[in-house]
């Protein structure tokens, strides 16, 4: 976990270094709860479906703290360490193992937390390139070091002790500035009109792209092991390979049809990786799907943040909604395998990506950037 740490502190982030690495070390309990799941169900002595549940109580969370917090709590310095503090103590609390009713309520505390720290990093970053860029190599690093990591932690210290490990590493960001902008622009007054329209748009192209994508990513050990026949690790290593492309996309330029472009090219993707039986095809299709995605998602919170009247709150809804479209892609995805088989899967999820792009499409080519009031006043002077 020094890892991240070290590169922030070389890399002189533009962004609150602490608040970075608030954002980057929360991806490390999602990188955990597939993990954790098994560790779960063998120490309190339950199913493995029923210890999936953590996930999506992390993922209501998550969607329930950045969805609300822009618009209850101001972007302030307590607001940073509140969210981190409930995160520590979440993890901390769950390292006890208590009954599943409230070990379940706790991974939904560490989901509000979470959600409450991605709104204030990318609030921070919306409609600034190199901000967006440091959010972009922080979460796929975290990715690449802990993935491993919390696979073994997990299975050889067990859970509990897992979410100590998570409890103590959330706190390190508050070694570090964590202070956010604290600058608001005023909610514009009046009429929405195609603006809000134009934003919500792109509010359902993300929900489509996380629906569409999870529901088949999450079964991208299941396509490894039994459809491709690889070993576990092998797996992992894919999944790293597929992290690590996402620090070559924040180098690539984005220009506004880089977005649908992006997202129709992942439902090939999905498609793809549903069907094959090759082992040099599987790697291949899983590298450039983590390409892809980390071209897509910077580049359509750009359509976002460029059609929106006020980018700040946006920044909260894209979290929320993404949420959403996590936690329904993995249970269609779930539901599509057992009544049909992975390749309808890849079709059902191909077709909602395309579609994702369609609009996305829709969005840049119909709707024109907003010039808000800073920007006019910019160029009067």
């Not at 390190?172 to 604290?182: E, G, H």
């Not at 359509?303 to 700040?312: A, I, K, N, Q, V």
């Not at 996590?326 to 890849?346: E, K």
């Amino acid at each position: 976990m020094q890892v991240p740490y070290r590169l922030l502190a070389a890399a002189k982030p533009t962004l609150p270094a602490g608040l970075l690495l608030a954002l980057a070390l929360g991806t490390a309990n999602f990188a955990a709860t597939p993990f954790l799941i098994p560790a779960l169900a063998e120490a309190l002595g339950i199913g493995v479906g029923t210890a999936g549940l953590i996930s999506t109580a992390q993922l209501a969370g998550f969607m329930a703290g950045s969805w609300v917090a822009p618009r209850l709590i101001a972007p302030t310095h307590h607001a940073v360490v509140g969210a981190i503090v409930l995160l520590a103590v979440a993890n901390g609390l769950s390292s006890l193992l208590p009954s599943w009713p409230i070990l379940l309520g706790l991974r939904a505390l560490s989901g509000v937390g979470l959600g409450v720290t991605a709104w204030l990093a990318w609030r921070e970053a919306f409609g600034h390139r190199r901000r967006t860029n440091e959010l972009n190599i922080a979460a796929p690093l975290v990715v690449m070091v802990s993935t491993p990591l919390m696979a073994v932690l997990a299975s050889e210290i067990g859970a509990g002790m897992t979410f100590a490990v998570l409890a103590l590493v959330a706190l390190v960001p508050l070694a570090l500035p964590i202070r956010p902008s604290t600058h608001l622009a005023p909610k514009p007054s009046g009429r929405s009109g195609p603006a809000a329209t134009a934003a919500l748009l792109v509010l359902g192209v993300l929900g489509l792209l996380t629906m569409g994508g999870s529901s088949v990513f999450v079964f991208v050990a299941v396509i490894g092991i039994d459809q491709v026949g690889l070993t576990p690790m092998a797996v992992s290593v894919a999944v790293v390979v597929n992290a690590a492309a996402g620090l070559v996309a924040s180098r690539l330029p984005r220009p506004e049809w880089a977005s649908p472009a992006s997202i129709a090219a992942i439902g090939a993707s999905a498609l793809l990786l549903s069907m094959t039986t090759s082992p040099v095809l599987f790697f291949a299709t899983v590298s450039l799907w983590g390409l892809l995605f980390f071209v897509a998602l910077p580049s359509t919170f750009e359509l976002l943040s460029s059609r929106s009247r006020f980018p700040e709150e946006r920044a909260g809804d894209a979290q929320a909604v993404m949420a959403a479209g996590r936690v329904a892609g993995p249970a269609l995805g779930g539901a599509l395998v057992s009544t049909g088989s992975l390749t309808v899967l890849g079709l059902v999820a191909a077709g909602i990506l395309v579609s994702s792009a369609l609009l996305a499409a829709v969005v840049a080519r119909a709707y024109p950037p907003v010039v808000r009031t800073e920007q006019l006043a910019s160029a009067d002077r």
